[in-house]
């Protein structure tokens, strides 16, 4: 008889777990893969599910990835945050993808450039995109430390550079750049292509865009230089290689990676609140050191050895932004000139 009623007990107590299991809520995250992935499933995601009785999915992919689910589930949203490049993120916002972060407390702690229109996105990480370069080579040949876009015309290099295609955002930052020291921008970008045409396709090994990649070119010592962004550089730093990352004197172009808020999501309040989190202190240090990141929350003080790691402090006032709706707008006419007149 006892056994009975404790058979009985375990199978109700078995029943009570799984409704409940069943009846936690799941947020899911579109994000980044890779190294970016592991650091949000090993020490970001845990501590918040705990917290808030919630499970949350990774749902991996580059920007581009992600902005494409959001478009194609649109009428049956399946995510609730996405974490993208600034480019793709105000995509999603002009594609009516993304809904406001009014209740959001940290709003007014973020640099003016973190803030997307309407707070429809919330930047959560800093990314300098600018110039690296192997400290070695240039020592034993003697040059000086490159200081300046237009170092990528230097005949010096020619053959050893590296610039992704402007389908990655740090070709599209040398473009871009290109045009505006050369009397264009954004809204005139054919002195970029001229400047690119002429002196620095010229000059360039490879325009791949896998960051593996441009790792395995300087470590098989094929480049002396690239268009790199300031957290990659540091990852292969990181390994003992020795590159450096270069602000350019011009400025180095802000990445920031945008937390969007899903319009249609059925957890609007756990999606809020676990954006949120993201801008707190501890997380924002944290994916400094993890990730390269620097913090976008302005009052986040990071201990010196981390400090000069990372877009912070000074840097950050030097960063330049695009103008993304333009940008946005001309961004597929300008990958088929870039694909005829430049990658040919």
Known sequence: MQRKLWVS?????????????????????GAYGGSYESIFR???????????????????????????????????????????????????????????????????????????????ATGVGIIAGGLAYNKAVFQEEGWDAPDSWDDLRDERFAGAINVPSISNSYGLYALVMMARMNGGGEKNIEPGFEAFERDIAPNVLSFTPSPGKTSELYQNHEIVMSVWGSGRVQSLADTGFPIEFVYPKE?????????????????????????????????????ARKRGNGP????VELPADLADKVPYGDRVSNLVTLDWDTVNQNRQEWTNLWNRRIER
């Open 251 to 287: 400025g180095a172009v802000a990445l920031v990676q945008g937390a969007c808020l899903v319009k249609g999501t059925q957890h609007a309040d756990l999606a809020q609140a676990f954006i949120d989190y993201l801008l707190t202190p501890d997380v924002q240090e944290l994916l």
């Open 9 to 29: 007990a375990l199978i109700a107590m078995t029943a009570t777990a799984t409704v409940q299991a069943q009846e936690r809520p799941t947020l899911y995250l």
């Open 42 to 120: 090993d020490s970001i995601i845990p501590a918040f599910e705990k917290a808030h009785d919630v499970n949350i999915a990774y749902v991996a992919g580059n920007s581009t990835d992600t902005l494409a689910k959001l478009q194609a589930q649109r009428n049956d949203q399946q995510m609730d945050v996405a974490i993208m490049d600034d480019g793709p993120t105000y995509q999603a916002i002009n594609y009516g993808l993304c809904q406001s972060q009014t209740q959001d407390p940290n709003l007014d702690d973020l640099y003016d450039f973190a803030r997307f229109p309407d707070d429809k």
């Open 296 to 299: 976008t929350n302005r009052h």
